[in-house]
């Protein structure tokens, strides 16, 4: 039911492409301790590029690979999906883009929101318009993931933009 999820493996300094507009070092960990090489999902670059060709605007990312000392200082869930490379955090660079992905997620309807879907993505997180937050999670990771669509379950959460809860 869910698609297989294929791994890369991210090394620091490696500046070579990933995508049409991204270089994996820009998926490389932003840890205080990150190792020097990390796993990362590979729909989770699909994911970023499809974004980006949506709105045609830098899309930053803010956040991938975490180790588990800087998922903690970050206020990260205990099982962030970050700490196993199936999780990031981006910015989108357009107030507008901003607005718009964060509707298509609240409402999980959207060309953008579908696309996400049906290759994969299964947790999606907004957090005011500073970033969102998507996974690829699995009922088998023991985290929440109650909502269903055509293209199987999957996690909706809005954390608005209080700082104190945890960031995931
Ligand atoms: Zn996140």
């Given at each position: ?6 791994y890369?493996t ?28 990390h796993p990362l ?24 690979f ?18 196993t490379g ?83």
């Amino acid at each position: 039911m869910y698609k297989r999820i294929y791994y890369i493996t991210i090394k620091k300094g490696d500046s070579s492409k990933v995508s049409k507009n991204f270089t994996r070092n820009e998926f490389y960990s932003k840890s205080i301790d990150s190792p020097n090489e990390h796993p990362l999902a590979s729909v989770l670059v699909d994911a970023a590029q499809i974004i980006r060709d949506y709105y045609g605007v830098p899309v930053h990312i803010a956040s991938s690979f975490r180790t588990k000392i800087s998922n903690r200082v970050a206020g990260g869930a205990l099982k962030s999906l970050h700490l196993t490379g199936c999780a990031i955090d981006l910015n989108v660079a357009s107030k507008s883009a901003v607005i718009n992905i964060n509707k298509q997620f609240k409402e999980r309807t959207g060309d953008l929101f579908k696309k996400l879907r049906s290759i994969g993505i299964t947790g999606f997180g907004v957090y005011g318009e500073s970033f969102v937050h998507i996974d690829c999670r699995r009922s088998s990771d023991d985290v929440p993931m109650t909502e269903v669509d055509e293209f199987g379950d999957f996690q909706f959460w809005d954390h608005g933009k209080k700082k104190s809860q945890k960031k995931t």
